[in-house]
């Protein structure tokens, strides 16, 4: 090989492994990939679609599955539901009392989907501030999170004794005591409220996720009302309650094919569970009256009878608003309103106007959802308190028939029913004060509180 | 955001295919073709036999000239070199290579001779996996196994890994089903993750290829693995590393050992063609007891009377038949070569209507460019297809069918050809005649590489490989099938395409420093990407006339992509002391798009020392006349897996959902975590190779010690962080084992030859760090990952039992369960009732293992003449079964058990108590199969004196040595899973099958 050609070897050489480096490196530029599946947290997050589409989510997993649990677990403690099936959960949740241990997968999903809608809701509100918004919208977001932080905070409240208020991902959720998590439903109502009333609702948000399904304003003064009262605010509890009744709209979650009123999959479609007859009750003073027009609003004809250990109560078809896979399901009851304003002026003893809002809800022909006593007005002993207060029980007893209310009005209204130690028990009133914390909880969040004793 | 990042990807595809053309282009105009019109250089190569060995490899050293040995041992090539010494290089398999010098000068035709000797131990065999370059399998500190082509071909298996069975120590390989197109799992040394999948990285020549099972039918069961499209004749030879001792140049994914294939090159010379045909016949190797008392219970538990029962086994199974035609064409002038090959296969299962075909054909090309450099392309496409039918345990299917029904029920259509339901399954017949279940898949594997030799000693090797599978599985079920919630009609189609794409770049130098010092140092570069698009859609109610979806009542689709790369780089360094010590450090950083950003670069070392004493003197002069080789070597090193999870894990993916005609999006139950990292598997492997009684005896022995960290497993978290969990880097997992191969050849004469092989290996393995000490991991949940057991195994329901360890009965007479407490830590107390009855809560316990105590393998090979006979038998010892068929056919009339309690010799209702004690169903799956019989006769120069034929006849699964009750212990309902395994419910056994073949070549 002469000169030239060692050299011209040489440079191909070069040239062949410089090609082999550059085809290799040609190739190596990508190394992040967007997940095209679902979109992740930053996506969700940080845009002002993202936001409304959480928002969307937000009701839909709170209307299926969390409202399901808020409806279900408590039915079956106070016997508005009977169950029909041998599912440990449900026959667990009957019987109750020291049998219904955090193990329970009756205590358990409850707790879950509550907790896991609420967290939607603060990665919601925590961003806010992070995308760009004009005002209106804005405090539609803010109003809408916090109506949905008050709901998931309040219905966990009332199943629970303490309550994170807010989740930790670190899983060392503080737990707060009953007073600060009602202040709390409270303050974030008002907020909403005060947003709401300073820009109204953007017709964007409107559009975009209400879809007229949910007068905004009006739920957040209901549930406003309810707060104040649990939390003893009697007086802001009537104000809020005559606020909320100004709204002639109503305000409702709308179910579809893909979506069914969780309520009627679990009855209707179901042999898990039915309306036990006479909504559960079985004190003579809280018997439904002949004629009571709610009880065929709520209840069709017989349907057997509960499993024997678990209660043996006679069944009823589901009816009201639990009818049809795709029936509505309110977000408050006007009713609730009235029956609010009634105990509210009972416990601040002005008994006058207790026994008138009992009246307004005895004869009431008028209700937007068609829940109509349509009974005579009372007849009671009207100057005895602890007698309108009874009326009062049993009219929401019936009125809110399975809205998730019977438990927190049982407890209530009759504090001192359940005694520790408590037996298994399938017939009370209710055979839990509060559940005790789901023991994956409690063995992954160093901070849940003692179980209650009952 | 994203759009923009879509924007750049596609913009750097483009680029990145105008960079891959440029490339190309300046690869082929580096190379200026010369003339050649150097020196002819030929020979004959011979072993000590006087037989010619026929593929013997002749290279002149420090080039790529050079030529394989033909038929008649005989090589012939050109070489256009300057006039010099040069050192020839002659290798085959299983003899010892030898150089030669070589001195070109003034005579043009030079011829060389050579006699090779043989290497039972395959010392001075020359193996590239794993190390970069080719290596002496004596440098070695780890130990590889190799497969012969001339072996898979003879298995007369129908796939790849079929035909590892048996070959080689340390393999656990598992045919999952019996179907035409099942699947198969393979097992290096062991599992090694939980979630992950266990099966080894394989690469085919240099394309790392697609394994993946993919559930296309919704039949958990009925599942291939891609290997399948691979024919199995085309394959030259494979060699297979098992752990990360070995594997850790492979980086992230190769804790599961790595399987590479070399498939066939083309041989200079005339065209030569080979054909083969054959055609095989397959049988049920046993049938089941069933229930033949021709009784029914008039009074049940009382009195009987007579009835017809049928035997459904035998309306379900038939003998069936096969064909495999192969046609290859191989040849090529001094600078090109070429091999060619197609092939047609169709086998017909032994379930009625079942069957699967496979066409595939394969080219390649190599193309010397000039004295250093030369380029090889490989193509090669294949589509099969299946006709399956619906079986295994989670479904509706045939073989559930017979379990369920009671054998009374006629299932042969009525009148007006309505079919009698069977149970609550579809009726045997209506699923094989009038339910169509397929899958189709088209492959095409190719690979570009060129091989340069610039200077003496350095090597270089860039590959780029492309692996394109398109799967399809269609189901249809007709409307108006009597089949209660399918009566409607329903149909479905899934589609899986999944796109691999690797580049790699290996150049590796060989120097000597001092006359004792030999230095050989490999350096690498890869990337990777896999991308897959699976869709589905499926329909229920179907419209009459419609095979398909289209007017279904209801229409269900869903789409999902991944996309996910490697790239990584690795240096290894060997020196060679005196030829006889070998030390070989390597380090491999490797990243993923599958971790977080922080996790992504992992490191991996790995060491080894391998010792050759018998190369010393004082061995050479006292011990080598017993102890002819010897070799001791270590190896330590780590390597990863990242099957357990997905490419988009690590994140906190919002799921869409749709309601009242809006869209929203809801957080997960499952947290991201951009801290994962892939699991690491750390190996330490010990062995010795030697070889004894004048090299007629080789033992390799190998113990190995594998500790896997970081298993990639779900930790539950407090529902108070709004999900219910979050993967995380917590469990662990250990293997140790050994394995032992031993190879004899007992007789070696001119004429006759007896070889035999045989393989032992054991694996202990144990999982650990499971969140609350075990999972369910499939088979009903039945099979768990339980802390201080190992993976998978069986865990339920136990006999009561006396002291003595009788069975506790009932007052009536009947076995029932355990019960009692049930303490943390797997402490049961079982507890007794005043009349010393269990009481309490059932309890539950370890009740079966499905790994085995030992494997094993025997093979024969006795050749007389032009006469060669094969026997192989497998053992799989020590595992059990946990046999959803002998607990349904307890329970339903159609099982034996009926049958007894019909004849009055077991109480009415045995079998129903014994359906509900897990324990009763748990069967020893130990069996010794007779894997592969063959005879086979090759005629020589039968034509022009050149060609020859060959003429075979083999059976394989002829018969199984065991105890198991049912129709196979090796089939598993969970198909590839990889830690469910051992669970057999109406599955396909493993047909025998009669083969007759002929290979003509000329």
Redesign the interface.
């Given at each position: 090989m002469d000169k030239s050609d060692t050299m011209k070897r040489a440079y191909t050489i070069r040239t062949t492994i410089l090609s082999m480096i550059f085809g290799l490196v040609a190739f190596s530029c990508e190394q992040d990939f967007p997940n095209p599946n679902n979109p992740t947290e930053e996506v969700v997050l940080t845009t002002k679609e993202g936001l409304f589409a959480l928002s969307i989510g937000i009701n839909q997993y709170y209307s299926t599955s969390a409202l399901r649990q808020i409806i279900e677990a408590p039915g079956i403690t106070t016997r508005e539901f009977g169950v029909t099936n041998t599912f440990q959960n449900l026959y667990e949740l009957a019987r109750g009392g020291d049998e219904l241990s955090g193990d329970s997968d009756g205590v358990t999903p409850p707790f879950v989907r509550l907790t896991r809608s609420k967290g939607m809701v603060e990665s919601l509100l925590s961003n806010l501030d992070e995308v760009e918004l004009s005002e209106s919208t804005r405090a539609s977001i803010l109003a809408y999170g916090n109506l949905y932080k008050a709901m998931t905070l309040g219905y966990l409240i009332q199943l629970f004794e303490q309550a994170p208020i807010n989740n930790s991902s670190d899983g060392k959720a503080i737990y707060s005591d009953r007073t600060a998590v009602l202040n709390e439903c409270i303050s974030l109502l008002e907020a909403g409220r005060d947003a709401i009333n300073a820009n109204s609702v953007s017709s964007e948000f409107q559009r975009a996720v209400l879809d007229g399904n949910i007068d905004l304003l009006a739920t957040t003064n209901a549930f406003l009302s309810r707060y104040h009262l649990l939390a003893g605010n009697y007086s802001e509890a009537i104000t809020s309650a005559d606020a909320a009744l100004t709204s002639s709209q109503t305000s409702v979650f709308k179910y579809d094919e893909n979506n069914v009123n969780p309520i009627w999959d679990r009855t209707v479609n179901s042999s898990s569970l039915d309306p036990q007859s006479n909504f559960g009750l079985t004190n003579a003073n809280h018997l439904p009256e002949a004629g009571d027009g709610r009880i065929a609003f709520y209840l069709g004809g017989a349907k057997g009878t509960a499993l024997e250990d678990a209660g043996g109560q006679p069944l009823s078809n589901m009816q009201g608003f639990f009818a049809t896979s795709t029936s509505d399901i309110p977000v408050y009851l006007p009713g609730e309103m009235i029956l609010n304003k009634a105990e509210a002026y009972a416990r601040s003893n002005d008994l006058p106007n207790a026994v008138a809002q009992i009246d307004l809800i005895r004869t009431k022909t008028n209700d937007p959802f068609g829940v109509n006593a349509g009974l005579a007005a009372w007849t009671g002993n009207a100057s005895d308190q602890t007698e309108v207060l009874e009326e009062i029980y049993k009219n929401r007893c019936i009125e809110l028939f399975l809205t998730g209310m019977r438990l927190e009005d049982s407890r209530r209204f009759h504090p001192d029913l359940l005694t520790s130690p408590n037996p298994a028990n399938t017939t009370n009133e209710r055979n839990r004060n509060y559940y005790p914390y789901p023991t994956i909880e409690r063995e992954n969040n160093p901070n849940t509180p003692a179980n209650p004793a009952i | 955001m994203?759009k923009n990042?879509?924007t750049t990807?596609h913009l750097?595809r483009y680029?990145?295919t105008r960079?891959?053309l440029l490339?190309f282009l300046?690869?082929l105009?580096?190379?200026?073709l010369q003339g050649q019109s150097g020196y002819k250089i030929n020979g004959t190569i011979k072993d000590t036999e006087g037989s010619a060995v026929i593929g013997a490899t002749v290279v002149i050293e420090g080039t790529t000239i050079g030529a394989a040995a033909d038929i008649s041992g005989s090589y012939a090539f050109t070489a256009d070199l300057?006039p010099g010494a040069y050192l020839l290089n002659i290798s085959a398999v299983g003899y010892s290579a030898t150089s030669i010098s070589l001195t070109l000068a003034d005579n043009q035709n030079i011829t060389i001779d050579a006699t090779l000797e043989i290497d039972i131990l395959g010392l001075q065999e020359v193996v590239i996996t794993g190390t970069g370059g080719l290596t002496e399998k004596k440098q070695l500190g780890n130990s590889i196994s190799k497969v012969e082509g001339v072996d898979i071909a003879a298995s007369g298996a129908v796939d790849l890994t079929g035909s590892l069975v048996g070959k080689i120590s340390g393999i656990q390989v598992m045919q999952n089903s019996g179907d035409p197109a099942g699947g198969v799992s393979v097992r290096l040394r062991s599992a090694s993750t939980v979630n992950g999948t266990s099966d080894p990285l394989y690469i085919i020549d240099g394309v790392i290829v697609n394994n993946n099972s993919n559930d296309l039918l919704g039949v958990q069961s009925v599942q291939q693995n891609r290997l399948s499209d691979i024919n199995p004749k085309d394959i030259e030879r494979i060699e297979i590393i098992k752990g990360a001792a070995a594997a850790a140049i492979y980086g992230s994914r190769a804790s599961n050992g790595v399987v590479q294939i070399f498939t066939k090159k083309g041989v200079s010379g005339k065209p030569r063609i080979s054909y083969s045909s054959s055609v095989n016949f397959n049988s049920l190797r046993k049938k089941r007891p069933f229930n033949e008392a021709q009784l029914k219970w008039a009074i049940v538990g009382e009195e009987t009377e007579a009835a017809t029962r049928f035997d459904y086994q035998e309306m379900v199974f038939e003998n069936s038949t096969g064909t495999d035609n192969y046609v290859s064409v191989t040849g090529g002038v001094d600078n090109t070569k070429y091999f060619t090959s197609l092939s047609y296969m169709y086998n017909e299962g032994i379930m009625v209507n079942t069957d699967y075909s496979r066409v595939a054909g394969r080219i390649r090309i190599d193309q010397r460019l000039n004295d250093?450099?030369n380029f090889s392309m490989g193509s090669y496409i294949s589509r099969s297809h299946s006709n399956d039918k619906p079986n295994g345990g989670y479904n509706y299917g045939v073989l559930q069918a017979i379990l369920f029904t009671n054998n009374l029920v006629d299932p042969y259509p009525d009148e007006e050809g309505r079919y009698p339901q069977m149970a609550f399954f579809p009726n045997i017949f209506e699923v094989l005649d009038k339910f169509d279940f397929q899958q189709q898949n088209n492959r095409s594997i190719s690979d570009f590489q060129?091989n340069?030799a610039?200077?003496k000693g350095l090597t270089?090797k860039?590959i780029?490989g492309y692996d394109n599978s398109q799967s399809t599985g269609t189901t249809f079920i007709p409307f108006g099938t009597n089949t209660e919630e399918l009566d409607s009609g329903r149909a479905s189609t899934r589609t899986v395409n999944t796109l691999l794409?690797n580049?790699?770049?290996n150049?590796v130098y060989d120097t000597k420093i001092g006359s004792f010092l030999k230095s050989t140092t490999a350096l690498g570069?890869?990337?990777q990407?896999d991308r897959t698009d699976q869709t589905g859609i499926s329909g229920d109610g179907l419209a009459l006339g419609v095979i398909g979806t289209n007017g279904a009542i209801t229409i269900e689709s869903n789409?999902?992509?991944?996309?996910?790369?490697i790239?990584g780089a690795y240096i290894q360094q060997t020196f060679g002391i005196l030829d006889r010590i070998f030390l070989t450090g390597a380090a491999r950083i490797d990243?993923s798009?599958v971790f977080g950003v922080n996790e992504?670069n992992q490191f991996y070392p790995k060491a080894s020392v391998s010792y050759v004493l018998s190369e010393e003197q004082f061995w050479k002069d006292y011990v080598a006349r017993f102890v002819n080789n010897f070799k001791i070597r270590t190896a330590w090193g780590q390597a990863g897996n990242l099957t357990a999870i997905g490419?988009?894990d690590r994140?906190?993916?919002?799921?869409?959902?749709?309601?009242?005609?809006?869209?929203?999006?809801?957080?997960?139950?499952q947290?991201?975590n951009t801290e994962l990292k892939p699991e690491r598997q750390t190996e330490k492997e010990f062995g010795i190779d030697m070889s004894l009684l004048n090299n007629r005896l080789g033992l390799e022995f190998t113990y190995y010690n594998q500790d896997i960290q970081d298993l990639l497993l779900n930790r539950?978290?407090?529902?108070?962080?709004?999900?219910?969990s979050r993967i995380e880097n917590i469990g662990r997992m250990t293997n140790v084992g050994y394995e032992i191969l031993l190879t004899a050849t007992a007789i070696q004469t001119k004429d006759f030859r007896w070889e035999l092989t045989t393989t032992y290996s054991t694996n202990q393995n144990e999982v650990y760090g499971i969140e609350g000490d075990e999972i369910g991991i499939g088979n009903f949940g039945f099979s768990v990952a339980k802390n201080g057991y190992p993976l998978g195994v069986f865990k339920q329901g136990y006999y009561a039992r006396n002291d003595d360890g009788s069975l506790l009965l009932t007052p009536d007479g009947f076995p029932q369960r355990e019960r009692g407490q049930a303490f943390p830590g797997d402490v049961n107390v079982p507890e007794r009732d005043g009349e010393g009855q269990p009481e309490g809560e059932l309890l539950q316990k370890v009740i079966g293992d499905p790994n085995p105590d030992f494997i094993a393998s025997l093979i024969s090979e006795l050749s007389y003449k032009n006469l060669t006979m094969r026997i192989q038998f497998d053992a799989v010892q020590g595992f059990d079964v946990l046999s959803w068929d002998t607990r349904m056919f307890n329970r339903f009339g159609g099982g034996k058990q009926e049958e007894i309690e019909l004849l009055g010799e077991e109480p009415k209702g045995t079998g129903t108590k014994l359906f509900s004690i897990a324990e009763s169903y748990i069967e020893d799956g130990s069996f010794t199969k007779l894997r592969e019989v063959s005879l086979s006769y090759l005629l020589p120069d039968i034509i022009n004196k050149e060609g020859d034929i060959r003429f075979t006849l083999s059976g394989r699964n002829l018969y199984s040595f065991d105890n198991f009750s049912g129709w196979d212990p090796e089939v598993n309902m969970d198909a590839q899973s990889n830690g469910s395994r051992g669970g057999i419910m109406g599955l396909i056994p493993i047909p025998r099958t009669i083969k007759f073949g002929v290979t003509v070549n000329f």
């Open positions: - | 994203s990042m879509i990807t750097f680029r990145a960079y891959l490339f300046l690869i105009g580096a190379f200026s300057e250093w450099a060129i340069i610039p200077l270089a860039y780029l794409l580049s790699d770049l150049i570069a890869t990337w990407i789409q999902y992509k991944t996309e996910w790369s790239w990243g798009s992504r490419p988009f994140l906190t993916n919002y799921f869409p959902v749709s309601m009242n005609g809006q869209t929203g999006l809801i957080s997960p139950s947290l991201g539950t978290l407090a529902p108070s962080t709004g999900a219910t």
